[in-house]
C-alpha cells in the first residue's frame, strides 16, 4: 500500500511526481530555525529537477538572498514528457522566449549566481529570474550536453563543486543516489520510502549518526502529497483538484510512507521521547510483560510510545522509531534484517534454527536465510515473526 501510487505510476509511464512548494518550505524553514546559516555561503545544487518545474528551484531561487546562497545550480533529466510547460517561468510574457535553436524539451542546467529586481517594478519574483537567464547575464541557462542522469560524468561535476543537494531523487535509485553523496561527503536534504531506512546502503550510514531522518517525519501522517501534471494525470492516483496561480489544474496524489534523508542539523535531532517505566507502560499500556525474543537477546517492542525509560538491555522497535530517535538519547545496535545485526545484540545459533524450523511448522511464509534472520518469539507456543525491527539501547537509562 506504501508505493501503490508510485507502482500504478511506473506501469503507466507516469513518474511526474512533483513536490508541492508548501513542502519545501516547511520541511527548510526548519533548519533554519535551528540555524539561521544552514545555506549561508553555500552552493546549492538541485540535480533532479527541471528547472522550469521543479518548486525545489522555486523556493531556493526566490529565497536565494534570505538564505544567503553563494550559488544555486539546477539540471534535469531529459525524458520529461512535460517538460517546461507547469512552473511557467517566463510567465505570459511573450517576449521572453527560449533562444532558437534550443529544444522545447532537453536536459537543461540553470546557475544562479544573484537575483535582484531585474525590470524595476519594485519587486523580486520569477519574471526577473527569467529576464536574466534570457540574455545570460550574471546566471547561466544552457542544454546539458548528456541526458542529465545524476551519475553523468557532467552532473557529477557539478556534484563536485556543490556543497548542499536538496531534492527528490527517484525511489528506484535511491540506493545508489545515497551512495554517491556519501562518496562525494555532500549534505544533503532529500526525499526517499521509509523502507530505504533498512537497505544496506542507508542502514549503516543511520547507526553511525551519518544520516537521519528529516524534521517533518510524521506531517500528514507520514504521508507527502505530490502534484501531478494536468497533461499525464492518472484520475486513479488523483485526491485532490487545484488550480494554481496561472488558473491551471493541479491534480494531487499522497503517498504513503515518505520521509526526508538528511545529514544537516536540526532542533528535532535533539529533542529526547518522552516515556514512561517499565512498570508504568505495563500498567497504563499494554497490561502485560514486555514479550522477550527467543533469537535475541531483547525485548519487543511494537510501539514506540511504550520504549520504557528504564530498561537497561536491548530493545526491539519498529523502524518509524526513527521519526522521533535522538542520537543524544538511544544508541542504534542492528536491523533485523539484510544480516545488519551486531556483536551487541545476541543470538544463539542453535535456537536460532530450532526457532525457525517452528516458525514453518506453524505455517509461516516469510523468507528467511541462515545469517539474516528476523527477531522471532513464542506466543501461546506457536512461533512468530516480528515485522522489520530495530534494535537500540539507551544512552543511559533513566530510574
Known amino acids: ?54 518548486n525545489f528551484f522555486r ?3 526566490l529565497n536565494f538572498k534570505r538564505l544567503g546562497l553563494k550559488k544555486l545550480i539546477t539540471t534535469s533529466y531529459k525524458p520529461s514528457p512535460v517538460a517546461n510547460t507547469q512552473l511557467e517561468l ?49 546566471n547561466e541557462w544552457t542544454p ?13 561535476e557539478l556534484l563536485k563543486s556543490s556543497d548542499i543537494v536538496v531534492t527528490n531523487p527517484p525511489f528506484s535509485l535511491f540506493r545508489e543516489y545515497i551512495t554517491q553523496l556519501s562518496k562525494f561527503n555532500k549534505q544533503f536534504l532529500i526525499i526517499g520510502n521509509l523502507n530505504a531506512i533498512t537497505y544496506k546502503e542507508v542502514f549503516p550510514l543511520m547507526k553511525m549518526n551519518k544520516v537521519w531522518l528529516g524534521n517533518n517525519a510524521r506531517v500528514n501522517g507520514g504521508a507527502m502529497f505530490y502534484e501531478i501534471p494536468e497533461a499525464i494525470a492518472n484520475l486513479d492516483q488523483v485526491r485532490e483538484i487545484k488550480t494554481n496561480e496561472h488558473g491551471k489544474k493541479v491534480y494531487i496524489t499522497r503517498v504513503q510512507g515518505v520521509r526526508w534523508f538528511t545529514n544537516l542539523d536540526h532542533g528535532r535531532l535533539h529533542q529526547p521521547i518522552p516515556l514512561m517505566t517499565e512498570a508504568d507502560v505495563i500498567k497504563f499500556s499494554t497490561h502485560i510483560p514486555f514479550l522477550r525474543y527467543d533469537n535475541y537477546d531483547a525485548i519487543e517492542i511494537p510501539l514506540v510510545k511504550n520504549i520504557p525509560k528504564d530498561h537497561v538491555g536491548v530493545m526491539g522497535v519498529p523502524i518509524s522509531f526513527l521519526d522521533k530517535y535522538s542520537p543524544e538519547q ?11 545485526v551486531d556483536d551487541k545484540v545476541k543470538k544463539t545459533p542453535g535456537l536460532t534454527k530450532i526457532f525457525v524450523d517452528d516458525y514453518y511448522k506453524a505455517g509461516g511464509t516469510g523468507a528467511y536465510k541462515e545469517g539474516n534472520p528476523t527477531a522471532g518469539y513464542y506466543e501461546d507456543n506457536v512461533a512468530k515473526m516480528a515485522y522489520k525491527r530495530i534494535f537500540i539501547k539507551h544512552r543511559k537509562a533513566v530510574a
Do not use: H, W
Not at 3 to 31: C, G, H, P, V, W
Not at 120 to 126: K, V
Not at 148 to 153: K, V
Not at 330 to 340: A, H, P, Q, R, V
Open 1 to 54: 500500500m506504501a508505493n501503490r501510487n508510485l507502482t500504478s505510476a511506473k506501469k503507466a509511464k507516469n513518474d511526474e511526481f512533483y513536490t508541492q512548494f508548501s513542502d519545501i518550505q516547511k520541511e527548510i524553514e526548519a533548519y533554519l530555525e535551528y540555524n539561521p546559516n544552514t545555506f549561508r555561503d553555500k552552493v546549492v545544487y538541485c540535480n533532479c529537477d527541471d528547472p522550469f518545474e521543479s
Open 59 to 61: 523556493y531556493f531561487v
Open 90 to 138: 517566463f510567465g505570459d510574457d511573450k517576449s521572453l522566449k527560449p533562444l532558437k535553436g534550443r529544444p522545447k524539451v532537453t536536459a537543461n542546467k540553470f546557475i544562479i549566481n544573484e537575483v535582484g529586481d531585474v525590470n524595476g517594478d519594485g519587486s523580486f519574483t520569477l519574471q526577473d529570474i527569467a529576464e536574466q537567464l534570457k540574455t545570460n547575464k550574471n
Open 144 to 156: 546539458l550536453d548528456s541526458d542529465g542522469d545524476f551519475r553523468s560524468a557532467e552532473c557529477i
Open 330 to 340: 538511544f544508541e542504534i545496535l542492528g536491523t533485523s534484517d539484510n544480516g545488519l
